[in-house]
């Protein structure tokens, strides 16, 4: 049995966690430099029935990456560079499976981990942090995995302990179009809703519908030019659908800013603009730049 260590106390991470310990799977923590010194405080999870759960995990520093045996990263996007490369002694053999949001960063960590098998994947669970330790399982999701290097396609057995533990995980060998598609949503929703300070569902009212028509538009042509086959009318759909199942969260672009933290602008639109060539992006551009002054960088 494998141990998942998680870099990224983040709500996505700790409820991976919390999901991963109750079915008896080993977890620990990978913590920054911040929590050095510090007790290692209980992680608690409050399912989706709403039941407050003690998670059992084990804390881990970046020297003790020789004893990390499969990594899951659930960082910020900016910071997966930086946390990955202070595991100098990361075993060859373990498999990092990126779980970040946003796009971009593969290159990187190819180039830096060139013999560990790495993974790229999409996660949907909702997850909303309470407190420094207590996190809120706030939607059950979909997850899947795939091989990003030759030899990561012998990791497809990871899987079936995180279906089990997650409700769903599947391997896909197309895990880029899949990123793909999470980004598309991600490129409308989240800059959308922090530019304007308001809720997922508040994107359906008619003050918006222009902008949110114009902007789906342009996301979807980069999309196009970068392979999804997805029509216009389809991806809309699916984009009402995450709007309307999300209707009363602040996205996590609205919530970064609000907390005055970095946002991944650079990762979600960045990603787009930086693909979409002479493509016509308007909105996109002046949104990017929007949240870009508004974070300060
Ligand atoms: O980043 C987020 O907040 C989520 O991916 C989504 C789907 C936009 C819902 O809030």
Redo the contacts with the bound molecule.
């Keep these: 049995m494998t141990e998942w260590t998680i870099m990224g106390a983040g709500a996505v991470g700790c409820v991976l966690a919390g999901l991963l310990s109750r079915r008896g799977e080993p977890v620990s923590l990978l913590l920054s430099e911040r929590h050095r010194g510090h007790l290692h405080p209980s992680l608690e999870l409050i399912t989706l029935s709403g039941q407050h759960e003690l998670v059992h995990t084990r804390p881990l520093f970046a020297e003790q990456a020789a004893a990390v045996t499969t990594l899951l990263v659930t960082t910020k996007a900016y910071q997966v560079i930086g946390a990955l490369s202070a595991l100098r002694s990361l075993p060859a053999a373990t498999p990092i499976i990126l779980l970040h949001?946003g796009m971009g960063l593969l290159d990187e960590v190819l180039a830096h981990f060139p013999h560990n098998p790495v993974l790229a994947g999409v996660s949907?669970h909702?997850a909303l942090k309470e407190g420094d330790w207590l996190v809120r399982h706030t939607g059950k999701g979909e997850t899947w995995l795939g091989p990003a290097n030759e030899a990561a396609r012998a990791c497809a057995g990871l899987v079936e302990p995180l279906a089990r533990a997650l409700g769903h995980a599947g391997w896909s060998e197309d895990i880029l179009g899949l990123q793909h598609r999470?980004l598309a949503?991600?490129a409308v929703?989240?800059p959308l809703?922090a530019s304007h300070d308001i809720r997922?569902g508040q994107l359906l009212e008619p003050r918006f519908a222009a902008v949110l028509e114009q902007l789906s538009e342009e996301v979807h042509r980069v999309m196009a030019r970068l392979g999804q086959q997805e029509s216009l009318a389809r991806f809309r759909r699916r984009l009402r659908s995450?709007i309307e199942l999300?209707a009363t969260?602040?996205?996590?672009?609205?919530?970064d800013l609000h907390h005055g933290r970095r946002t991944e602008i650079d990762q979600i639109t960045g990603y787009l603009l930086g693909r979409a060539g002479e493509l016509p992006v308007p909105v996109c551009r002046q949104l990017y730049q929007d949240i870009r002054r508004r974070q300060g960088r």
Excluded: P
């Design positions: 949001n949907s909702g999470k949503i991600n929703i989240n809703t997922n995450v999300t969260n602040y996205s996590s672009m609205h919530q």
